[in-house]
């Protein structure tokens, strides 16, 4: 030990130098690695810049880009840009023209005088993004194939005759033995091959079971007009083929001939991948890292995309702090963008506001609304809210009156993420919302919810042991709170509370009606009130297994047909009318209205969102910064 | 002259024996047991969670029957397992139900490579980090050094990696970006499926700063150990340099006992890069490794565990074999 001390005195001498070396090189290591990441923008005097890529996170990976299966927001709000349908929605969510030539109207003979017959004429532009033109065949491919393939929006075009029998005739898809959808696909693409545009070629049949018999075309497949005959009239359903990403968009069959399944994941081509109307292609896709999208040269439509590239990093929305930071560093230009604007948090908001980014924070409500859904329909699950006795109904309007809506919308929003519903269960800016104030659900009244309570279950019994059960995650978690301290503190009732961890597992109780209070809510599809109407009460819902309350009305329904029926005109009272049924009969509570939160930087010209969607790519550009 | 005096010299170099074959064979195939059985246990596992990856507010009833037929998920999960197995076995782990029909087998590879990329980065920082702190501690015992870097080992392994992934972001990005306007600050944008060195550096600090710390401590007593052997006297009654003695003589017997801490340090990184994967928006294995879950992806999640037990079945059989690099006195 001893002679060890000397030793490493020794030692020491001899070592100074790499020791201090060693440390030096770790701490300049790290400033250089910290230099390397910096970011640089170019700017020139005025104008444009002259890099025209905008990149910006998507927080959500895409599901399928096939528009006959596309289900989420984020598939359709990245497929606006790629495809097109026959019209589309402007930014303030009118209908305009994009591959027809005109809205069809009865005044512009676009409809017929008993409104089961549209004419459309087609640009004779238009192309797909690998040069193939577009013609009616086209048209009649996209919708027969959306109808047979029975996807999440292939109801958008069931008003179509013929559209019951083309799903009778696509049948089932048979089972896969390797977990690999690629019969159910490759059989419909087979048999509408030869229909369309491979007929006359070697070996192309056509199975005319799958062609809907209500689309046609008068001046042939190759020709520039589409006739299409409804079963019975609809008032909304030009708003429904409008929605874009889904059943109503366009597609290629000749490169989806050639890859059923997969063809939307690939890179666009000449003969393969991802080809589509729109103003942009996709260049890249790295599933769960990224996605690129070109311009296309010489787009047909307008405006001319003055963006050359989107870049879009696909992120967890765990990743949300760094990529804030990314973007105040100027790494992105937009966040929010994709289905993403209800991704930014309060605190993040809030930091934002106060900060000289405050400028940049745009803030837009959206086509969302939340509300609770009471057990009406299903005896089976049981309740003191099931049917339509006075002390069910008297018992619900008792549990809605006890929740102060404003409240809820400052308390757990902080009057940021979202506003309190009370006009009516249509969100805010959307055809059918009531107006502010206009819905008697929205009241609050803890006075007039006791001497409810107190009359129809004066032991209590009634309201013991009840359970809200919701989805965790987001506002719901703080939602549920919420509730459960206005009815323990307006009502004396305390309600337990069910946070459901899965989703998926969630909306399918839900759906299935096994819930006596639940977390409820829609986001709208197109600007029709039927969207809502149709799609979440009566026969309609309960025959899609989407009824969740169980509400079953017979006036409701009957006046539900006669407004689906009639253009928005003349079916807007009628469907407030529907709006007033469920008010009486108090099928729901009234939550709120969501708001999301982008941030753009102030270079990105023409970005922007509206109640429904992101503004389309091809009207952003980047000025020079 | 002892097997671990003839060692000294540093030349020896292991041979490959037959008995060294046979046990790798063993451990390879136990390993391949260990993936069947996790495999199927996850598999079993996942699809008896509630809820699947397609049901939403639109698919459900018809729509979602037909999806569910389509993708064979309507069977019993043992015919299911078996279709798996059926495919795995020639690589073929299926296809993602999220990204509807996405190959699983290529972008769980992608993510692997990622993830490796990471890990690895985090690992020679592990190694680096702890063995030189911990040397340098050892060989300046009781003075400000030792003090100072035996403080930021511990600092380090009771620090989460991802409490420092945070306060990185906070000085590197968001201090350094707001004090310098962006021109010089630590860029956390991932740009593209592997890193560059500006991009990773954060990220496996993190990851290595945290596991580097129990390197460092074992590293600094193993040392503070050896250099106290008659041979390491040996070493310098011969006259050899300083450096040489430490280098070669005493770091290398000390390294026994730090190489058989490296399969749990394996481990933890791992641990570590399934949480900062996340933070930084990293596209690899542990990204995955949540998102899969939580998205009812049954193939991608029982493809991404298996992986792991493969990664942490390969890594601890490495640590093995390198012990008899390190110590001929080991033998299988």
């Given at each position: 030990m001893t002679l060890g001390t000397p030793h490493l005195g020794g030692a020491r001498g001899g070592l100074r130098r790499p020791s201090q070396a060693m440390l030096v090189i770790s701490l300049l290591a790290v400033v250089a690695a910290a230099c390397g990441g910096s970011s640089g923008a170019a700017s020139s005097?005025?104008?444009?810049?002259s890099s025209q890529v905008l990149k910006f996170p998507a927080f959500q990976n895409p599901g399928t880009w096939d528009p006959g299966e596309a289900d989420a927001e984020v598939d359709t709000e990245f497929m606006q840009n790629v495809f097109d349908n026959l019209w589309r929605f402007d930014n303030s969510l009118n209908i305009v023209p994009d591959i027809a030539t005109a809205v069809p109207t009865a005044a512009n003979g676009g409809i017929s005088s008993d409104g089961l017959t549209y004419t459309v004429n087609l640009n004779h532009n238009a192309t797909f993004s690998n040069g193939d033109k577009v013609t009616a065949e086209d048209v009649l491919y996209s919708w027969d194939r959306a109808v047979a393939l029975q996807g999440p929006y292939s109801s958008n075009l069931s008003a179509i005759a013929g559209y019951a029998a083309v799903q009778s005739a696509a049948g089932s898809p048979p089972a896969s033995t390797t977990g690999s959808p690629l019969n159910f696909q490759q059989s419909i693409e087979n048999g509408l091959w030869g229909c369309f545009r491979g007929k006359g070629t070697a070996g192309a049949t056509c199975?005319?079971?799958?062609?809907?018999?209500?689309?046609?075309a008068p001046d042939g497949l190759t020709g520039y007009t589409v006739q299409i005959t409804l079963a019975s009239a609809c008032g909304w359903c030009l708003a429904a083929w409008t929605?874009?990403?889904?059943?109503?968009a366009i597609v290629d069959e000749n490169v989806i001939h050639n890859d059923p399944v997969n063809w939307w994941t690939k890179p666009s081509s000449k003969t393969d991948g991802m080809v589509g109307t729109g103003a942009f292609y996709l260049a890249s896709f790295i599933p769960k890292q990224s996605m690129v999208f070109k311009a296309v040269k010489d787009w047909w439509g307008s405006p001319k995309p003055t963006l050359t590239e989107v870049d879009v990093d696909i992120k967890d929305p765990s990743a949300l702090a760094t990529t804030v930071a990314a973007w105040k560093q100027g790494s992105y230009g937009i966040i929010g963008y994709g289905g993403d604007s209800g991704n930014l948090d309060y605190p993040t908001i809030e930091s934002i506001k106060t900060s000289p980014y405050a400028k940049d924070l745009l803030t837009q409500p959206k086509g969302r609304t939340t509300w609770l859904s009471f057990n009406i329909g299903y005896p089976k699950t049981g309740g003191p809210f099931v049917g339509e006795s006075a002390a069910a109904v008297g018992l619900r309007k008792a549990f809605d009156l006890a929740v102060d809506k404003t409240g809820l919308a400052t308390t757990v929003c902080h009057d940021l993420l979202c506003t309190a519903a009370t006009g009516g269960l249509i969100t805010k800016g959307l055809i059918g919302n009531l107006g502010d104030g206009q819905d008697p659900l929205a009241a609050y009244d803890p006075t007039e919810a006791k001497q409810l309570l107190k009359e129809y279950d004066p032991t209590g019994a009634l309201t013991a042991n009840l359970t809200y059960s919701y989805n965790t995650g987001g506002l719901n978690d703080p939602v549920a709170e919420y509730l459960q301290n206005e009815w323990q503190t307006n009502l004396g009732v305390h309600v337990n509370l069910n946070p459901v961890g899965d989703a998926s597992q969630f909306i399918s109780n839900r759906l299935g009606g096994q819930y006596v209070m639940s977390r409820d809510g829609w986001q709208f599809d197109y600007n029709n009130p039927q969207d809502w109407y149709a799609n979440l009460w009566g026969t309609f819902a309960t025959a899609a297994g989407a009824n969740t309350s169980g509400f079953d009305d017979p006036t409701y329904d009957s006046i539900l047909n006669q407004a689906d029926a009639e253009p928005i005109s003349q079916s807007l009272p009628l469907y407030n009318q529907l709006a007033t049924i469920l008010q009486q009969d108090v099928a729901y509570i009234p939550l709120y209205y969501s708001v999301g939160n982008f941030l753009i930087q102030p270079w990105v010209k023409g970005a922007g969102s509206n109640t429904g969607f992101d503004y389309y790519w091809d009207q952003i550009s980047i000025l020079s910064h | 002259m002892s097997r671990a005096s003839s060692f000294i010299g540093g030349e020896a170099v292991p041979k490959v024996t037959r008995g060294t074959l046979v046990y790798i064979i063993q451990r390879l195939a136990i390993i391949a047991l260990t993936l069947l059985v996790v495999s199927f246990v996850v598999f079993v596992v996942v699809h008896a969670l509630?809820?699947?990856a397609f049901i939403s507010q639109r698919v459900h009833g018809k729509t979602l029957q037909l999806l569910l037929h389509e993708y064979g998920l309507d069977q019993p999960v043992l015919i299911q397992y078996w279709n798996f197995l059926k495919g795995a076995i020639h690589g073929n782990l299926g296809v993602s139900l999220y990204i509807r029909g996405e190959a699983v087998t290529p972008l769980v590879l992608r993510e692997l490579s990622v993830s490796c990329e990471l890990g690895g980065s985090a690992l020679i920082i592990t190694i680096g980090m702890g063995m030189t702190f911990g040397v340098l501690a050892a060989i300046r015992q009781n003075t400000w050094v030792d003090y100072l870097l035996t403080s930021i080992a511990v600092i380090g392994y009771t620090v989460p990696s991802f409490v420092i992934a945070g306060l990185g972001v906070m000085i590197f990005a968001n201090f350094l970006g707001s004090v310098t306007g962006g021109a010089f600050a630590y860029s956390p944008v991932w740009t593209g499926t592997y890193g560059t060195i500006g991009e990773l550096w954060l990220p496996a600090l993190a990851i290595g700063f945290y596991t580097s710390g129990q390197i460092t401590r074992i590293t600094r007593a193993s040392m503070l150990e050896v250099i106290q052997q008659d041979y390491i006297r040996t070493a310098r009654a011969k006259g050899l340099r300083e450096r040489v003695v430490t280098i070669r003589h005493a770091l290398r017997n000390a390294l026994v006992p730090v190489i058989s801490i490296l399969g749990t340090t394996v481990v933890g990184i791992l641990v570590g890069v399934l949480v900062i994967e996340n933070i930084f928006g990293i596209p690899g294995l542990g990204k995955e490794f949540v998102e899969s879950i939580l998205q009812h992806d049954y193939n991608v999640t029982v493809g991404v565990f298996t992986i792991f037990a493969l990664l942490i079945g390969l890594s601890n059989l490495a640590v093995d074999l390198i012990y008899t690099v390190v110590d001929p006195r080991i033998r299988y």
């Open positions: 005097s005025s104008g444009l810049a199975d005319s079971s799958l062609e809907m018999s209500g689309l046609t929605l874009e990403g889904t059943t109503g | 509630p809820g699947n």
